[in-house]
């Protein structure tokens, strides 16, 4: 099955510094890729998501790059704000089902 | 629209006891996923209903089964709670026909001691 990678586990920084979560995947098929944002005791929002026939998205200070060659893809937050601060879930998904990373916890100090 | 509604928010149930969890799809999907997130964990796929079927099943044992009634709306049952078991379960609901994203409920906070 599919496997996701997410890299850092813990990223800390300053306001108004850009911000970059890294993740990898190894089902060639998986051709739908969604970020999701969990603040405490909540549920996970999708903020950007890209699909495979696409390299990059972008959503105001929110981007997402894909490179299917490498089976790996980005978000990319910048100006970064403390409501910034959450979890952040990479996922992929093939047939029809999401697979998670395990999640960047994302600091953001005024 | 009420978006994706799972019942209740917060559950405290015995080792060994049985429950059911339940999940209200966004309005016009048909397709409900459940997940489990342990603490610090991403979320983990158990499995898929669509037409009232099991579509896709994750690596969870026999003791997790679901069902999906005629109006989409879902149940989770978990029998012979294990300690191990506690984890927030979250529903998704998409729709099956298009490519579209998954919407997440609030989830169901289950304890058990």
């Known amino acids: 099955g599919e496997n996701v990678e997410q890299h850092p586990s813990t990223l800390s920084v300053q306001e108004g510094d850009s911000a970059v979560i890294k993740c990898t995947y190894s089902d060639s098929a998986s051709n739908y890729f969604p970020w999701y944002k969990q603040e405490l005791g909540k549920r996970p929002q999708l903020i950007i998501d890209?699909?495979?026939?696409?390299g990059e998205k972008k959503d105001q200070r929110i981007a997402v790059t894909l490179n299917k060659t490498a089976k790996h893809f980005s978000l990319h937050i910048t100006e970064t704000q403390p409501e910034d601060s959450a979890v952040y879930f990479c996922a992929a998904r093939g047939y029809s089902t999401l697979t998670f990373g395990k999640g960047t916890m994302l600091l953001v100090s005024p | 629209d009420a978006g994706v509604t799972q019942s209740p928010t917060h559950l405290i149930k015995t080792r060994g006891q049985q429950v059911t969890l339940r999940c209200s799809p966004k309005s016009g999907h048909d397709t409900v996923s459940w997940y489990q997130q342990a603490l610090g964990q991403g979320p983990q796929f158990i499995f898929q209903y669509y037409e009232e079927e099991e579509r896709q099943r994750g690596n969870f044992p026999d003791r997790f089964s679901g069902h999906q009634f005629p109006n989409y709306s879902s149940e989770l049952n978990v029998n012979a709670l294990l300690l191990g078991d506690s984890a927030l379960y979250l529903c998704?609901?998409?729709?099956?026909?298009?490519?579209?994203?998954?919407?997440f409920g609030q989830g169901t906070r289950l304890t058990v001691v």
């Open positions: 998704a609901s998409s729709y099956l026909g298009r490519d579209t994203e998954a919407f």
């Open positions: 890209i699909r495979s026939n696409v």
